[in-house]
């Protein structure tokens, strides 16, 4: 049997996207840490903050699903190719104009809004150009290997980007610190366009052009009559909302409210579940044959063991009792994410990717706001065991109705058979 890590590695293309999507994702963890520093520092105001931090993922939301129709239009390559050199453009404008002192906040607003557009057309590309870059024996390696070091750099980034930011120095060190991280992402964007400009994908079959509106509605209507695929959409759209408001908000208020050192108990817990998350997706990329049950089946098992997870979450009264929860929870996450990925990414035919992996994330990432807002309006009347026994409830009984209502059970793991790759 040939050894999945030694052909993946010894794939050029993926070699080029890891490399290239390393660097740029350790840069945009730089700019994700400057940006709020660099607005408290033009007004010290949270309003300010959350607007251009809003700004910055409205038009992600708004316009990933045209994202996703052109990149099926012109190909994966081309608009994520695209919009690395139109980040790179906006990140030395903003680097720039920090170095010299000057931005204003209507810049801020102007920039920030442009860099949010970008990523609504670089998601759905990065998603789709996989399966053209690699065979399709080795797509849940390589999204193994790419997920695990997003979660690595997820990890390491903020320290990194935090120590050239401050520096231990005073206002004017930070505001150089500043330009610096800025400075750092743009030129990662400009190294990873060129990285990417060295793979070569696969050819496909060239679809009539279309009006944009016309192919999205095209997509919804094949992932809506695609019965597993339907089944899987709309419940990950439940458990998204029923898991992704108490991770976010009632978390926190826990460890604000009962654990001893609030923050750093919350870095704690927050660390572990990214290491778990690691670990899972590293054992699901490089071990794609290690297989619990059927893929829909290892779904709801890990979301029902989430769910009670959430039970004993409410009873959590030390730093530590949190991490151990979280960090087994995180690597079963992680192993099941990697699966799912692949799955989609097989099982959806690829003149239609870049749409349903938009219509995927624009369903996830939709539904992130709502459920914050919910866990923050339930906390005004149920305290953090409350919420936490709540979402459990609700989170076993989306388990309970997906097992026996729909065929998430029996989706299976797909054996494609291997598409061209130029690899």
């Known amino acids: 049997m040939n050894d999945p890590r030694r052909e993946l590695f010894g794939n050029a293309n993926f070699r080029w996207l890891l490399g290239g999507g390393l660097l740029s994702m350790l840069g945009d963890q730089f700019t994700l840490l400057a940006l709020p520093w660099l607005v408290m ?27 996703g129709a052109l990149v099926d239009r012109h190909s994966p390559k081309t ?63 390589a999204n193994g290997v790419l997920m695990g070091a997003r979660q690595l750099v997820l990890l390491l980034g903020p320290v990194l980007a935090g120590l050239l930011v401050t520096g231990g120095g005073g206002p004017a060190l930070q505001g150089q610190g500043l330009a610096m991280a800025f400075g750092f992402d743009a030129v990662s964007f400009a190294i990873s366009a060129w990285t990417l400009s060295r793979v070569r994908t696969a050819p496909r079959e060239v679809q009539d052009a279309q ?9 919804m209507r094949a992932c ?83 769910g009670g997870v959430f039970l004993l979450f409410g009873h959590v009264h030390a730093a530590w009792q949190g991490a ?61 065991t409350e919420l936490f026994t709540a979402a459990s409830l609700c989170l076993l009984a989306v388990v309970t109705l997906g097992a026996l209502l729909t065929p998430i059970r029996q989706i299976a793991y797909l054996e494609a058979p291997p598409r061209p790759s130029a690899g």
């Not at 030395?92 to 442009?114: F, I, N």
């Not at 439940?238 to 654990?259: D, H, K, S, T, Y």
């Open 41 to 67: 520092s033009l007004s010290n105001d949270p309003l300010v903050l959350g607007t251009v931090l809003a700004l910055g993922s409205l038009p992600r939301a708004l316009f990933i699903l045209v994202g």
């Open 79 to 141: 608009v994520l190719l695209l919009t690395k050199w139109i980040n790179f453009g906006l990140l030395a404008l903003l680097a720039g104009l920090t170095a010299h002192g000057g931005l204003t906040l209507p810049l801020v607003y102007a920039l920030t809004l442009a860099i949010g557009l970008a990523t609504a057309f670089s998601y759905p590309a990065g998603s789709a150009i996989l399966p053209q870059a690699v065979p399709a024996a080795l797509i849940q390696p």
């Open 211 to 219: 009006p944009v509106l016309g192919a999205i509605a095209e997509s």
């Open 224 to 306: 809506w009559q695609d019965r597993e695929l339907r089944a899987l959409f709309l419940y990950f759209a439940a458990i998204a909302f029923f898991v992704g408001g108490p991770i976010q908000v009632a978390l926190p208020v826990l460890a604000a409210e009962r654990l001893p050192g609030g923050a750093a108990a919350l870095g704690v817990m927050l660390a572990a579940h990214g290491l778990g998350a690691l670990a899972g997706m590293a054992v699901s990329g490089l071990r794609p044959q290690w297989r619990l049950t059927t893929l829909g089946g290892t779904v709801l098992m890990i979301d029902a063991i989430a």
């Open 324 to 384: 151990l929860l979280l960090l087994p929870l995180g690597a079963l996450g992680g192993f099941v994410q990697v699966a799912v990925y692949s799955w989609l990414q097989r099982r959806i035919p690829p003149q239609m990717l870049g749409r349903s992996m938009a219509l995927f994330m624009f369903i996830v990432m939709g539904l992130a706001p709502l459920a914050s807002a919910a866990a923050g309006a339930a906390l005004r009347v149920l305290d953090v």
